[in-house]
């Protein structure tokens, strides 16, 4: 399950995610939340980005805490890994998350592919 909130790096990491689950076969679900824009506005770009590269896979939409929603999803078996898009580095070059992406790191007991 790859996890989307409209930001473009989310949008890049959704484009990689799928040029994968297509080359190893696996099944993609996209998991769409606010961030920026409502949940709505995303999930219209998401279904944008998947009819132009060509891929059918289901769209859900979390509603809540995104992480929170996505560690418990994860953890009930409905899906084997979780990917999310990764963090940006400071000016001293440390990784930083924001709060979607470090609640999953901190709580989820699946993999989890953080995509730079």
Avoid: C, W
Avoid at 23 to 47: F, H, K, N
């Amino acid at each position: 399950m790859v996890g989307v909130d409209g930001t473009e790096r989310a949008m890049e990491t959704l484009s990689e995610s799928v040029e994968r689950a297509r080359a190893s076969g696996d099944d993609l679900t996209v998991a769409v939340y606010s961030g920026a824009d409502p949940v709505s506005v995303v999930e219209t770009q998401v279904r944008d980005r998947l009819g132009a590269l060509e891929y059918d896979a289901p769209v859900d939409r979390l509603e809540g805490h995104p992480g929170g929603t996505l560690v418990e999803r994860a953890e009930r078996g409905e899906y084997d890994r979780i990917v999310l898009p990764g963090g940006t580095r400071s000016p001293l070059g440390k990784l930083t998350f924001d709060s979607t992406v470090k609640f999953v790191l901190l709580n989820a007991h699946t993999s989890v592919t953080l995509i730079r």
